[in-house]
């Protein structure tokens, strides 16, 4: 069984490669050194270290043709698995933090142990030495063939503030027109301005955090709204 700080030494060796959004990682290259996303950094990290496919469609088959998705993590964290709290995550080295796509694009990271990450993060910043706050994160997860020890107490995890994104029913407000008459005037095209955070609002999201260079999920958290001008408050 692979430990953690193997895990933790293979993700290390990769700082400051590039990431792509959509790029595809071989599994089984060894000397693969990027361009990575975010499931595809942390999926040929746990196949380097324990020889297995976790997060990746086939599961069995041709690792150099798998393919890493957040979803793919989420259902093989409830399948394959452990899923634990985020603050437990945060506190355990070589322990995954995950957010789901949910309608929009998710991502996901290596605990460090000590609140900090090691991920594939956006093309302006590639892979990275992260925090865990704050964030927004669903869960953590514990894959199987790595050995991770769980402390008894989770790190205190702050919650994220205000984050917009996609959910049901949809998100309404005066946000969230402020949010898509920014995101109008940076030539990012939110569809109409009705104050409701549905899929054009996440895909104009989207193209605006490409076009900054920040990771690309659709939300719109701390970063994205300085980025764009609007404070979320």
Partial sequence: ?????????????????????GALAPKNNPAW??????????????YQA??????????????????????????????????ISVGQAAATPGAFLLRLPGGAIGHVAISVGDGSTIEAHS????????NVVPRRWDYGVLVPGIKVSVPAAPM????????????????TGRLIKDVQRALRDAGCNPGPLDAKYGP???A?????????GLAVDGE????????LGVPLK
């Fill in 1 to 21: 069984m692979a430990t953690a700080k193997k895990l933790l030494k293979i993700a290390r060796r990769h700082l400051n490669e590039r990431y792509m959004l």
């Fill in 33 to 46: 050194s990027g361009p990575w996303d975010c499931a595809e950094f942390c999926s040929w990290c746990v």
């Fill in 50 to 83: 324990t020889g297995k496919l976790f997060g990746c469609r086939p599961l069995r088959g041709h690792p150099d043709r798998a393919d890493a998705y957040t979803g793919f993590w989420g259902e093989d964290a409830g399948k394959y698995g452990k899923i």
């Fill in 123 to 130: 093309t302006k910043r590639g892979v990275i030495v992260g």
């Fill in 156 to 171: 205190p995890i702050a919650a994220p503030g205000i984050v917009l994104r996609l959910k049901s029913p949809r998100m």
């Fill in 200 to 202: 054009q609002t996440a």
């Fill in 204 to 212: 104009a999201v989207r193209a605006f955090q490409l076009q900054k």
């Fill in 220 to 227: 719109v958290g701390g970063l994205t709204a300085r980025k």
